[in-house]
């Protein structure tokens, strides 16, 4: 198919030294534009519900419940952000979040990164069941193990504690840290190891000082990976803790029920708990595509 | 270089396993134990046989929800994948052909950015919006748009289109991470395959079906898996969202909420335990499926 000819002289201008020696078959510029508006119309309405929340949290109580919407607000407050800071226990639960989710991002980048150095490094016996049995707890639903955690927890007197919590989260993230740290560290010439064995780097020597700072980029994903999924779980802190040993997002679900109407705080709360991941995200929003990849592609 | 290797292996891995044992391997083998009881949740467990599997057997509520995860299990990834993989294409390659390389669409850069904001909300936070969004009354998004006097579209208490309206919301969720997922296996798809196809005729059709689609295939095959474990576990988002938890009259009710519900509100963990031992079956059966289906020659780059 020959290009079209172009219809506006401005495009016309622009492309043509750059097409003049290649060939363009295959793409019609019809089809571009279509492609380019299917694009638009998809981001909007992946992006709408957003908004709207930015909207209706920026806006005075007596404007969101007006009648006819309104896209933007007429007098836009922060008192819905106010009110939802001072709202009764929302605090304390944003200290919890921070809490658990260090506490547990932490814990499952030591030993995940130790789990996934034995496995990409070392051939042993039941090797191979370890990563069936990692893989494995990332299949099974969570709600069926509730009941005996629960139990377990009780057993332990860890009910209504954060560390009881923590440890949960710690075995919730940690498949998917040993799988994508050992995507990262299979990545790693081995021949650097011997290298440096030959140069008389003792085994450990090797660890911290040649695959721990060349996995820095996989130690970022994933912890940030990590760090989404504990500050954004309530299921299990719901079902385990109290109101004062809650995190944020148990907080936020217990004003939607509990205040069904009141939107503007209840949007705000949405936006400040959202806030922190949304930062982490953008941090590492480049590498998130090869940590994804390095944990899923490689078999 | 051979000795020494053990106290290594021994000590990175003493941590992690012993999580597993006890948090994972442990409490699984205890869901199976009290599958066989009827313990309420407190005082004394007894041991009833097969009872609560003959209840559940017998339950058409339970049959119901398997119906709902199956239903799920089919439309969520399809859905998810179909319209990831799209739109992937249309970000890395679907766009105009310029100086000899392909390219994304106008502003990319920026969409996948956006695309993955979904995916950063909580499930909490993501209720709360589309509360607003499927709202019955003219302040609802989609209702207020629909032109005055026109029956307002109840979409989460209509028994007939509530369990797709919360699938909906779960596609809308997921679908921005797959796009990034897809996105980066598609990164390492060399242009110059693109080019060559290009140059042979190809259109963007032919190409996202014959070189785009099998180049990706483990990539499909894993986000099939990691949704299809997403449908089985749809429990928050259902709980949070349907009219009266599992309703109108059970027409949302999946396996993990009738789990929760049993364990943590009726008092019958016992029962909870065995809808728990099948949830775990029917988990590991899909996934075993899945892997043996899709099981395809990788084409090699």
């Given at each position: 198919m020959a290009a079209v000819a172009p219809v506006v002289p401005i495009r016309k201008r622009r492309r043509r030294p750059i097409d003049s020696d290649t060939v363009t078959v295959g793409r019609s510029r019809a089809g571009t534009l279509f492609a380019n508006l299917a694009a638009i119309g998809f981001i909007v309405v992946m992006a709408f519900p957003v908004y709207w929340v930015l909207n209706t949290a920026f806006k005075p109580s007596n404007e969101i419940l007006r009648f006819e919407p309104t896209f933007i607000p007429n007098s836009p407050t922060f008192d819905n952000f106010k009110s939802a800071f001072n709202a009764p226990f929302f605090q304390q639960d944003l200290l919890n979040s921070v809490i658990i989710t260090l506490g547990a991002v932490a814990g499952a980048i030591v030993v995940g990164f130790l789990a996934a150095l034995a496995i990409a490094r070392f051939q042993f016996y039941g090797r191979k069941a370890i990563i069936l049995v990692v893989l494995g707890v990332q299949m099974v639903p969570l709600v069926a193990l509730l009941i005996p955690l629960y139990l377990m927890m009780q057993g332990f007197g860890r009910?209504?504690?954060?560390p009881g919590v923590i440890i949960v989260y710690i075995v919730l993230i940690l498949p998917y840290t040993v799988w994508t740290l050992r995507g990262f560290i299979s990545g790693i010439p081995r021949e650097l190891d011997e290298a440096a064995l030959i140069d008389g780097c003792t085994r450990a020597q090797v660890f911290w000082r040649i695959i721990l700072p060349l996995t820095g980029p996989g130690l970022v994903a994933t912890s940030v990976y990590g760090f989404i999924q504990a500050w954004n779980e309530f299921i299990i802190i719901n079902t385990f803790n109290d109101q004062a040993q809650q995190n944020l997002m148990a907080w936020l679900l217990q004003n939607q029920t509990q205040?069904?109407?009141?939107?503007g705080p209840l949007m705000a709360g949405s936006i400040l708990t959202a806030i922190p991941v949304v930062i982490f995200f953008l941090i590492i929003q480049r590498n998130i595509a090869t940590g994804l990849t390095a944990g899923a592609v490689k078999g | 270089m051979r000795h020494g290797k053990y106290p290594f292996i021994i000590g990175f891995l003493v941590v992690p396993v012993a999580l597993y044992v006890t948090f994972v391997v442990a409490a699984y083998v205890q869901t199976f134990q009290l599958a066989f009881t009827d313990w309420s949740g407190l005082g004394p467990i007894s041991y009833v046989g097969f009872e609560n599997f003959v209840t559940m057997w017998n339950d058409s509520l339970f049959w119901r929800s398997v119906q709902h995860n199956l239903f799920v299990l089919l439309v969520l990834p399809i859905i998810t994948i179909a319209l990831a993989l799209v739109f992937a294409f249309l970000l890395n390659v679907g766009g105009g052909h310029k100086g000899g390389t392909t390219r994304g669409v106008w502003g990319s850069k920026l969409y996948r950015v956006l695309f993955f904001f979904p995916q950063l909300l909580a499930l909490a936070i993501v209720a709360v919006i589309f509360g607003r969004v499927y709202s019955?009354?003219?302040?609802?998004?989609i209702n207020g748009l629909l032109p005055s006097g026109s029956e307002p579209i109840l979409f989460l208490a209509d028994g007939n289109i509530a369990l797709i309206s919360i699938v909906a919301v779960l596609v809308w969720q997921s679908v921005g991470f797959y796009v990034v997922l897809f996105s980066a296996g598609m990164g390492s798809i060399s242009t110059e395959i693109y080019e060559a196809a290009a140059i042979d005729g190809a259109n963007r059709v032919t190409l996202f079906f014959r070189i785009t689609v099998p180049l990706l295939w483990q990539t499909i095959q894993v986000a099939w898996v990691y949704l299809g474990i997403a449908a089985f576990d749809c429990f928050a988002l259902v709980n949070i969202m349907s009219v009266e938890r599992g309703g109108p009259?059970?027409?949302?009710?999946?396996l993990s909420l009738m789990i929760y519900r049993n364990a943590f509100e009726f008092s019958q963990a016992g029962y909870a335990s065995a809808l728990g031992v099948s949830l775990f079956i029917l988990t590991l059966a899909f996934a075993a499926l899945t892997l043996r289906v899709t099981r395809r020659d990788a084409v090699e780059m």
């Open positions: 009910t209504k504690e954060l205040r069904g109407t009141f939107w | 019955p009354d003219e302040s609802g998004l009259d059970g027409a949302t009710s999946v």
